[in-house]
């Protein structure tokens, strides 16, 4: 199973490149960090997932500070479910400072 995610900033219309992102289980163990590259993605996290509940925690924050100003949310916390082990799971993010958005994608 690989987990994906593609960060998108819709207030400058482009991707959000410089995005901090953790990978976790629901107890909140790191299994993987990483940061979006300059297309507002992170391609692959490492390691092998089982089926189970995991999260993905976005330094919005961080973003935010460097490209605009403030933000309401200094985080984003998506958390969803893996019942196929050997699925894609794609979770993108689209983001703006006072709101947010995400779906499974493809």
């Known amino acids: ?3 994906s995610t593609h960060v ?4 400058h219309g482009g991707p959000a490149r410089g995005v901090g992102v953790r990978l976790e289980r629901v107890d909140g163990t790191l299994l993987a ?3 979006t590259d ?3 993605r992170v391609s692959e996290f490492a390691g092998e997932l089982e089926a189970g509940i995991y999260r ?3 330094d919005v924050e961080t973003y935010w500070g460097a490209n605009g100003g403030a933000t309401f949310y200094p985080e984003v916390l998506v958390t969803f479910r893996v019942t196929d ?3 894609k799971h ?3 993010l689209l983001l703006s400072p006072y709101s947010y958005s995400t ?3 493809s």
């Open 1 to 3: 199973m690989t987990v």
């Open 8 to 11: 998108l900033d819709a207030v």
């Open 33 to 35: 960090a990483s940061v």
């Open 38 to 40: 300059g297309d507002g």
């Open 56 to 58: 993905l925690r976005f």
């Open 85 to 87: 082990g050997a699925a």
């Open 90 to 92: 794609h979770v993108p």
């Open 103 to 105: 779906y499974r994608g």
